[in-house]
């Protein structure tokens, strides 16, 4: 009867052992704050083909546009 006191005793050690070894995850905020660098340098061409004859339209009627 001795011996199974002594079971008992080292489960319930092995289990208050295992007990404080509990993982801990922590989420913390950053001290400075995010900041988002947005240089940003769009361009655009826009080439046109036209007709010979369009062309001198234009050359010649210069009040369409």
Partial sequence: MKIMSV???????????LSGCVPRIEVATPKDPITINMNVKIEHESHIKVDKDVENLLKTQSGLF
């Fill in 7 to 17: 079971s008992a005793l080292a489960a319930v050690l092995c289990v208050s052992l």
